[in-house]
Nanobody
C-alpha cells in the first residue's frame, strides 16, 4: 500500500508560480511512475504530467500540451517526494491537483494504482 499526501496549493495571481509537493509512504518509491492530474469543477480528471522510471537512475518526463514549457516535474527519491513546479499560471489552471503512483505510468488515470486526496489551486485573473 502506498499513501500519497499533496501540499502546496493556494491562491495565486495569473502569471505567478506555485510548487506542489507529494510525499509518498508505504513502499519503495524510486521505481514508481509518479503522475500529476487535475480536476476542475464539472470536468473530468485531466493528465498534467508524469515522471517514469526507465531503469537505473534514469527518469523521463511527459507533459500535457496545455502545460508544456510552464510546468516541471521533479522527484527526490531520498525524501520519497515528487514536486510539480508551476510557472506562468493561468486562470484555466484552476483545479484540484492530485498526485498518483503506479507501476506503468502514462496519461490515463486507470494506469495508476494509488492517489492522493488533492490540493486546491486557484489562479485569479
Amino acid at each position: 500500500q502506498v499513501r500519497l499526501v499533496e501540499s502546496g496549493g493556494g491562491l495565486v495571481q495569473a502569471g505567478g508560480s506555485l510548487r506542489l509537493s507529494c510525499e509518498a509512504s508505504g513502499r519503495t518509491f524510486s521505481n514508481y511512475a509518479m503522475g500529476w492530474f487535475r480536476q476542475a469543477p464539472g470536468k473530468e480528471r485531466e493528465f498534467v504530467g508524469v515522471t517514469t522510471w526507465t531503469g537505473g537512475h534514469t527518469y523521463v518526463a511527459d507533459y500535457a500540451d496545455s502545460v508544456e514549457g510552464r510546468f516541471t516535474i521533479y522527484r527526490d527519491n531520498a525524501k520519497n517526494s515528487v514536486f510539480l513546479q508551476m510557472n506562468s499560471l493561468k486562470p484555466e489552471d484552476t483545479a484540484v491537483y492530485h498526485c498518483a503512483a503506479g507501476g506503468r505510468g502514462g496519461r490515463m488515470p486507470e494506469q495508476y494504482d494509488y492517489w492522493g486526496q488533492g490540493t486546491q489551486v486557484i489562479v485569479s485573473s
